[in-house]
């Protein structure tokens, strides 16, 4: 079933923001079909774990490369755990990337992938996709070039040594002192893993539950006083149990529905703020594994 929270002309050209399709493949393609999605016109921003808990992790992969400069994707959590096992890394128990992992065009559906961005911003500078978040003392501009700086090393020789160190909840202050390699996961955490922040910038790895949840002395990163990217329009996915879409008083869009776990995938279009989600089948139990 189609789920609409407001609707406008849909048959415009448009650019559609989803959240995490996570291996859902089939739901993908349903919600396109209910947004009537037109791949020669039409654009799609996708806000990165477009693998792993569901079972068609190559066949996403596959839909999104194939629409070519049409789709943008940013990187999440679960893409670079897919990089990092792919270069030899340990795999995680729940784990579900053997499809791809086995597949024949591998190699080109991880090429892809590597170069993806962590952050995009709209040619007009109006919207900003991340998949996580942003602490509280980068401006968007800042963001974009910390983004730059991880892509760079994504995209060099020293590639597999970055998704070896990428791993770890320290260091959980932004420092831009920071050495080479604690900078650049610290700038990882932040796009891929980011919920919670104390009110004075610093990192909470750990809780994951709906704000309200959360120990005393925490905040959701887009409720932290002072933010410096206050005010700019960002997209994002990551965090299934935040209850709502939009939170207008911080001008952020919260577009992970849970469609792996049995919830919804839902697609923002910029060009109206319009929201349309399907029902999603579930592949995994709420509650019974992490992010």
Known sequence: MVKVDSRSDFS?????AIGDVQGCCDALLQLLDALNFDPAADRLWLAGDLVNRGPQSAATLRLVRSLGDRAVAVLGNHDLHLLAVASGGKRGRRDTLDDLLQAPDRDELL????????MHTSDDGRWHMVHAGLPLQWTVDAAAGY?????????GPDANELLR????DQPDRWDPAL????????????????????????IAAEPKGTPGSQPGGLL??????????AGS???FGHWSTLGQIHWPEAQVWGLDT???WGGRLSALRLDDEAVTSIDCAGYRTPGSEGD
Do not use: K
């Open 12 to 16: 415009s050209v448009a650019t559609y």
């Open 111 to 118: 090429d892809w992938l590597r170069h993806r961005p962590l």
């Open 165 to 168: 160190r990428m791993y770890g």
């Open 147 to 155: 983004a730059r700086e991880v892509e760079a090393a994504l995209q």
């Open 220 to 229: 959701p990163w887009f409720a932290i006083p002072g933010r410096r990217s």
């Open 233 to 235: 329009r960002i997209v």
């Open 258 to 260: 849970g469609c792996v």
């Open 179 to 202: 050495p080479h390699w604690p900078r650049l996961r610290f700038i990882i955490n932040c796009f891929t893993r980011l919920r919670y922040c104390t009110a004075d910038g610093q």
